[in-house]
T-cell receptor, first 117, second 109 residues
Framework: DAGITQSPRHKVTETGTPVTLRCHQTENHRYMYWYRQDPGHGLRLIHYSYGVKDTDKGEVSDGYSVSRSKTEDFLLTLESATSSQTSVYFC????????????????FGAGSRLTVL | DAKTTQPNSMESNEEEPVHLPCNHSTISGTDYIHWYRQLPSQGPEYVIHGLTSNVNNRMASLAIAEDRKSSTLILHRATLRDAAVYYCILRDVNNDMRFGAGTRLTVKP
């Protein structure tokens, strides 16, 4: 996926441990998003960022925190992982002009598969 | 929130056109209609989007009903590589994009 990299791509961890997923972009896009994808639920938005240090919650934000200290990096942290957070996590980026627009297109990363035992 | 309704699955034969329908009866005037697809074990991929007029690009065509309450993604000649889950999504000016279950397209050789 050009311009967007997720790490790690696969991780197995134990319940109660902290986990951080990283999304790195080289496109200088303003908006960055974290989604999770589970069977039967499709893609659900966890958190998003509309600039450095500017973040907001999505529809399934409980148990997750995010940080964006640089334009290119958006971190998703599970402070204490639970089995219900076993999922595939996708990062996405979106360019925005001077104003947000419904026309802006999302570019997704390849995903990070997290298993919490 | 405006929602979309798509068939769970569809089948097509290779090299034939495919018409993937989407209903969005509660669409607002500022909602853009986006289509993404997700191939197995990959992240979603942008296909096409539009507001009121029909749109064409190298991947597909998007036909939007005059009242905007429905749209159709058209793949002109399906290939085996087009087998994927296709998502029809409404995107508003607040940049909220919600993915539903999508339509799983199977392409038969």
């Amino acid at each position: 996926d050009a311009g967007i990299t997720q790490s790690p791509r696969h991780k197995v961890t134990e319940t109660g441990t902290p986990v951080t997923l990283r999304c790195h972009q080289t496109e200088n896009h303003r908006y960055m998003y974290w989604y999770r994808q589970d069977p039967g639920h499709g893609l659900r938005l966890i958190h998003y960022s509309y600039g450095v240090k500017d973040t907001d919650k999505g529809e399934v934000s409980d148990g997750y925190s995010v940080s964006r200290s640089k334009t290119e990096d958006f971190l998703l942290t599970l402070e204490s992982a639970t089995s219900s957070q076993t999922s595939v996590y996708f990062c996405a980026i979106s360019e925005s002009g001077r104003f947000p627009s419904g026309a802006n297109v999302l570019t997704f990363g390849a995903g990070s598969r997290l298993t919490v035992l | 929130d405006a929602k979309t309704t798509q068939p769970n699955s569809m089948e097509s034969n290779e090299e034939e056109p495919v018409h993937l329908p989407c209903n969005h009866s509660t669409i607002s005037g500022t909602d853009y209609i986006h289509w993404y697809r997700q191939l197995p074990s990959q992240g979603p991929e942008y296909v096409i989007h539009g507001l009121t007029s029909n749109v064409n690009n190298r991947m597909a065509s998007l036909a939007i009903a005059e009242d905007r309450k429905s749209s159709t993604l058209i793949l002109h000649r399906a290939t085996l590589r087009d087998a994927a889950v296709y998502y029809c999504i409404l995107r508003d000016v607040n940049n909220d994009m919600r993915f539903g279950a999508g339509t799983r397209l199977t392409v038969k050789p």
